[in-house]
């Protein structure tokens, strides 16, 4: 069975301080992990798809990287407005075959 | 207007009561989703439809049903609520590859008391 943890559950920042949120996986044959970011009352937003071990992808102040094993997402410098959960997916072949994590909430004070 | 609607944004229902959550895309993709979010359980696919024949279960599909009218709408049917089908819903599209995930809309908070 595919499976998701995401840590921390919870992060506060205080705003300018960069930190990491980690996505570690455990199934048969990865196509691909997503990153999402989700605020209170709306849908997932999408951030990120990586595909392999060593790809990494950047959206102003977010970075994705993935290994064998994990995925982070890396937050510099953050601003309140990055308070959000952000939510780690996997698929192992098909949009059907998507595994979603619990999420990590992050609140970044000013 | 949003990529994705759905309506309504937050419905009470009793138990035993049939109630339907609707879905609407401009997104022009084949591919539609039904997905509910716990606390604690993350977002669990319910169904999901490749194209407008084309429905499957996923992995919660008990108790739910699914109708896709067209392209664009697809709709969920709780036949008989009960009280631990109380969740958030979201809709969701995607085309065939993964570059650009899926589409969510924003969600139907469902209460079954």
């Known amino acids: 069975e595919d499976q998701v943890t995401q840590s921390p559950e919870a992060l506060r920042l205080q705003e300018g301080e960069s930190s990491s949120l980690n996505c570690s996986y455990t199934v048969s044959g990865l196509r691909g992990l997503f990153w999402y970011r989700q605020d209170p009352g709306k849908g997932p937003e999408f951030l990120f798809t990586?595909?392999?071990a060593g790809e990494e992808k950047e959206k102003e102040r977010l970075k994705a990287t993935l290994t064998k094993k994990e995925s982070f997402l890396h937050i510099t410098a953050p601003k309140p407005e990055d308070s959000a959960t952000y939510l780690c997916a996997v698929t192992t072949g098909g949009y059907q075959k998507v595994t979603f994590g619990i999420g990590t909430k992050l609140q970044v004070i000013p | 207007d949003a990529d994705v609607t759905q309506t309504p944004r937050n419905r009470i229902t009793k138990t035993g009561k049939r109630i339907m959550l609707e879905c609407s895309q401009t997104?022009?993709?084949?591919?539609m989703y039904w997905y509910r979010q716990d606390p604690g359980l993350g977002l669990r696919l319910i169904y999901y439809s490749f194209d407008v024949k084309d429905i499957n279960k996923g992995e919660i599909s008990d108790g739910y049903s699914v109708s896709r009218q067209a392209q664009a709408k697809f709709s969920l049917s709780l036949e008989s609520a009960i009280p631990n089908q109380t969740a958030l819903y979201f809709c969701?599209?995607?085309?065939?590859?993964?570059?650009?995930?899926?589409?969510f809309g924003s969600g139907t908070r469902l209460t079954v008391v």
């Open positions: 990586l595909y392999s």
């Open positions: 969701a599209t995607s085309d065939t590859g993964y570059t650009y995930g899926y589409t």
């Open positions: 997104k022009g993709h084949d591919r």
